[in-house]
């Protein structure tokens, strides 16, 4: 079993930059791939960007590509994301995500573990 907890999340102005964690706990973390998901209120949960295992592959949601960077230790069984050029509309809760197939994270029913997420806030 894998324990996720995110830290990291706080009130921030449109072009500030916030850098959220995901600290691991258990088993094998270097054995999942991980991800970011985030839910706006009134919205679904959608997906933002995942890694895969050895940290050498990622992928993201278009929204958020070029400005968006996830990262992961597994000597320190930690997943990052930083996030710079923030926008009103990432205003979200930001959940991390453990997975077994990096190709379908996207989706989040194919995500194994949750954390318990953090609220990040971006002004106008």
């Known amino acids: 079993q894998v324990q996720l907890v995110e830290s990291g999340g706080g009130l921030v102005q449109a072009g500030g930059s916030l850098r959220l964690s995901c600290a691991a706990s258990g088993r094998s973390f270097s054995s999942y791939a991980m991800g970011w998901f985030r839910q706006a209120p009134g919205k679904e949960r959608e997906f933002v960007a995942a890694i895969n295992w050895n940290g050498g592959v990622t992928d993201y949601v278009d929204s958020v590509k070029g400005r968006f960077t996830i990262s992961r230790d597994n000597a320190k069984n930690m997943v990052c994301l930083q996030m710079d050029s923030l926008k009103p509309e990432d205003t979200a809760v930001y959940y991390c995500?453990?997975?077994?197939?990096?190709?379908?994270?996207?989706?989040?029913?194919?995500?194994?573990?949750w954390g318990q997420g953090t609220q990040v806030t971006v002004s106008s």
């Open positions: 995500a453990a997975g077994r197939l990096f190709g379908l994270l996207r989706q989040k029913i194919f995500a194994d573990y």
